[in-house]
């Protein structure tokens, strides 16, 4: 499982977080009917940027002082220059099944691959077989 980066309330050191911890390997599990520990059992996973890049900022018409509230944030900065970079020592080789989580993360591989970054998208590479799912944080009903 390859994910985008770390979230904002993760701990600051590294070695002590797991990608796709909490909330995300939450609704992971749930989404593939397993339990968190038996996610990590079958799955490896990795972030391709290792720290949190920071919020977006707020756009104005999204303020709640302009009375909206459909959401808390804009979402998070993504450093594609450094995803790009990383996406290209990913070795799939080892692998029969690789899934990349949201479309930021496909658009990291893009060039690479030839991958169209399109939720639900499968492609073979190395004799792995590639897939695009959502963010899992975009899952809200899970």
Not at 11 to 22: A, E, I, M, S, V
Not at 55 to 66: I, L, Q, Y
Not at 106 to 113: I, M, N
Request: some cysteine; overall charge positive.
């Amino acid at each position: 499982l390859v994910g985008q980066a770390p979230g904002k309330n993760r701990c600051l050191d590294t070695w002590c977080c797991r990608p796709l911890q909490g909330l995300a390997e939450r609704k992971i599990a749930k989404l593939v009917g397993l339990s968190v520990d038996e996610l990590w059992m079958r799955f490896e996973r990795f972030n391709l940027v290792n720290h949190h890049p920071g919020r977006k900022p707020r756009k104005p018409w999204h303020e709640r002082s302009t009375g909206y509230n459909k959401h808390q944030g804009d979402g998070d900065v993504f450093p594609a220059d450094e995803a790009r970079e990383a996406a290209q020592q990913v070795d799939f080789k080892n692998h029969s099944l690789a899934v990349l989580l949201g479309l930021n993360v496909a658009k990291a591989f893009q060039a690479r691959l030839g991958l169209r970054a399109a939720l639900f998208e499968a492609m073979f590479v190395d004799g792995c077989m590639v897939l695009v799912f959502p963010h899992p944080l975009s899952l809200i009903h899970i």
